[in-house]
């Protein structure tokens, strides 16, 4: 069965013009056209999923310290940028079912976490899309995550995800009974595309932020791609085939 994809995905929830991995930038995405956003989920120091990508709040925050060690009731106090809050997993998952939009739930564990993120992510997911007319996506660069989410959540759809590609990467999206291989754009071989178009496997990209690796990357038979610029590619997401 040919997997639905739409061509372009907002990155990390808004990219450039919103804070990122906001509700706010997941708005601005759908509101732009983009029909998908990919966002990070790492635990609370309570065990909450939220959506943040580093371990430490400075970047992306005005708190200090690390997520995994911060208690809600911190957390959710924080600015994360423009006055938004960081967001619940839960509260992004509703708003990207409202909003029609295909979520790729990036599984984002703190070092030594992953277990209990994964398990908590991959459970709420089948809950919070059970149903759902559009599906999400889950990925992460952590094998054993990936593993959880497939014997927890079964039912959602998996993609593998590297910086650079591993000879042995085929086997292990059998593996993972994954659908979709996710990569860093610029270190992406055509060996390997050639084998991803053997097998039918979507390829997905990340960061394209430029026009001309995008064009590259689909004549090379990419299939979507993750990016900060909802400026540039807002549009191309009308002009593109889900
Ligand atoms: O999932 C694609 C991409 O988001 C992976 O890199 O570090 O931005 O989460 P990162
Ligand atoms: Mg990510």
Same mark, same amino acid.
């Given at each position: 069965m040919p997997i639905p994809l739409p061509r372009w995905f907002a990155h990390r929830g808004g !990219?450039?013009?919103?804070?990122?991995?906001?509700l706010a930038g997941i708005r601005l995405a759908a509101r732009l056209g983009f029909k998908a956003v990919e966002f990070d989920v790492m635990l609370s120091g309570d065990g909450t999923p939220v959506l943040i990508?580093?371990?430490?709040?400075?970047r992306t925050t005005n708190g200090v310290g690390h997520v995994c060690e911060t208690s809600d009731a911190q957390l959710f106090s924080?600015?994360?940028?423009? !006055?938004?809050p960081i967001p619940r997993f839960e509260e992004a998952a509703l708003l990207c079912r409202q909003l029609g939009l295909l979520a790729n739930v990036e599984i984002k564990p703190a070092t030594g976490f992953e277990l209990p993120t994964a398990e908590t992510v991959a459970r709420l997911t089948g809950e919070l899309w059970r149903d759902a007319p559009v599906q999400p996506l889950i990925s992460s660069f952590s094998p054993a995550a990936l593993e959880i989410a497939r014997d927890l959540a079964p039912q959602i759809r998996r993609g593998i995800l590297f910086e650079l590609v591993p000879a042995d990467w085929l086997a292990e999206l059998r593996r993972l009974r994954a659908v979709s291989l996710h990569c860093a754009g610029d270190l992406l071989t055509d060996t390997v595309l050639a084998e991803a178009s053997t097998e039918g496997i979507p390829v997905l990209c990340y960061t394209v932020n430029a026009e001309k690796q995008a064009k590259n990357l689909l004549e090379r038979g990419v299939s979507a791609m993750f990016t900060d610029r909802l400026d540039l590619f807002a549009g191309e997401t009308f002009s593109y085939k889900s």
């Amino acid at each position: 069965m040919p997997i639905p994809l739409p061509r372009w995905f907002a990155h990390r929830g808004g !990219g450039c013009l919103a804070p990122e991995n906001t509700l706010a930038g997941i708005r601005l995405a759908a509101r732009l056209g983009f029909k998908a956003v990919e966002f990070d989920v790492m635990l609370s120091g309570d065990g909450t999923p939220v959506l943040i990508h580093d371990e430490r709040l400075e970047r992306t925050t005005n708190g200090v310290g690390h997520v995994c060690e911060t208690s809600d009731a911190q957390l959710f106090s924080l600015d994360a940028g423009a !006055g938004e809050p960081i967001p619940r997993f839960e509260e992004a998952a509703l708003l990207c079912r409202q909003l029609g939009l295909l979520a790729n739930v990036e599984i984002k564990p703190a070092t030594g976490f992953e277990l209990p993120t994964a398990e908590t992510v991959a459970r709420l997911t089948g809950e919070l899309w059970r149903d759902a007319p559009v599906q999400p996506l889950i990925s992460s660069f952590s094998p054993a995550a990936l593993e959880i989410a497939r014997d927890l959540a079964p039912q959602i759809r998996r993609g593998i995800l590297f910086e650079l590609v591993p000879a042995d990467w085929l086997a292990e999206l059998r593996r993972l009974r994954a659908v979709s291989l996710h990569c860093a754009g610029d270190l992406l071989t055509d060996t390997v595309l050639a084998e991803a178009s053997t097998e039918g496997i979507p390829v997905l990209c990340y960061t394209v932020n430029a026009e001309k690796q995008a064009k590259n990357l689909l004549e090379r038979g990419v299939s979507a791609m993750f990016t900060d610029r909802l400026d540039l590619f807002a549009g191309e997401t009308f002009s593109y085939k889900s």
